[in-house]
């Protein structure tokens, strides 16, 4: 079955306790990106990969990092969490770009107290 | 970049009724998603429709590119269609812009 499989699904934390959220594609997909949704804002893109090695800040990039090892996973990194960051957060992936239908995960939903 | 508009934001139906949501966008695309996020947060595919008319069961979606806009119809609503629904568009441009989402219209289905 395609998929995306996001981990974890929820997580409470505390300021500046380093946390990866991993997300994984079962369908070849170059493209990668992570969201973030909050009340009243929708949805924000964060970072996005295009394929190995290779990837570019979204729209609300700070305070974020990710790395594109292998094709299959593209993990969100959160050096120092601040509360700020509390939101629930989406990885996608898609075939290409723009043109191909994109899947996403079930969703992160993290608070940082 | 692209601005993505659904109307209406809200919307309250009692169940069996019929609905139809709009999204608007403000420049050419080729990919337009329509998604509906579940009362646990989870965002479900429901069309992949970048130009013409598709149909799922009581779900069908069409979109006028020509004219930047796409419509949702759910007929006969049951109370499990309540939740979000985004309309989300992507464009070839000079950046790799992914997805653009509108605000979601938020449907209630009442028994």
């Known amino acids: 079955e395609a998929q995306v499989t996001q981990n974890p699904r929820y997580l409470i934390t505390v300021t500046g306790k380093k946390l990866t959220v991993t997300c994984s594609q079962n369908?070849?997909?170059?493209?990668m990106s992570w969201y973030r949704q909050d009340p009243g804002l929708g949805l924000r893109q964060i970072y996005y990969?295009?394929?190995?090695?290779?990837?570019d800040k979204g729209d609300v990039p700070e305070g974020y990092k990710v790395s594109r090892k292998e094709k299959r996973n593209f993990p969100l990194i959160l050096e120092s969490p601040s509360p700020n960051q509390t939101s629930l957060y989406f990885c996608?992936?898609?075939?290409?770009?723009?043109?191909?239908?994109?899947?996403f995960g079930q969703g992160t939903r993290l608070t940082v107290v | 970049g692209i601005q993505v508009e659904q109307s209406p934001p809200d919307l309250i139906l009692q169940e069996g009724a019929n609905s139809t949501l709009r999204c608007n966008f403000s420049?050419?695309?080729?990919?337009l998603q329509w998604f509906h996020q579940n009362p646990w947060g989870q965002l479900i595919n429901l069309f992949y429709?970048?130009?013409g008319t598709k149909q799922n069961g009581r779900l069908s979606a069409t979109t006028v590119a020509t004219e930047r806009y796409s419509l949702l119809y759910i007929s006969s609503s049951q109370t499990t269609d309540s939740g979000v629904y985004f309309c989300?568009?992507?464009?070839?441009?000079?950046?790799?812009?992914?997805?653009?989402f509108g605000k979601g219209t938020h449907l209630i289905i009442q028994p």
């Open positions: 996608a992936s898609s075939l290409a770009i723009t043109g191909g239908i994109a899947f």
């Open positions: 369908m070849n997909h170059e493209y």
């Open positions: 990969s295009m394929n190995v090695e290779v990837t």
């Open positions: 420049d050419s695309v080729n990919n």
């Open positions: 429709i970048p130009s």
């Open positions: 989300a568009v992507g464009v070839v441009g000079g950046g790799a812009d992914g997805l653009t």
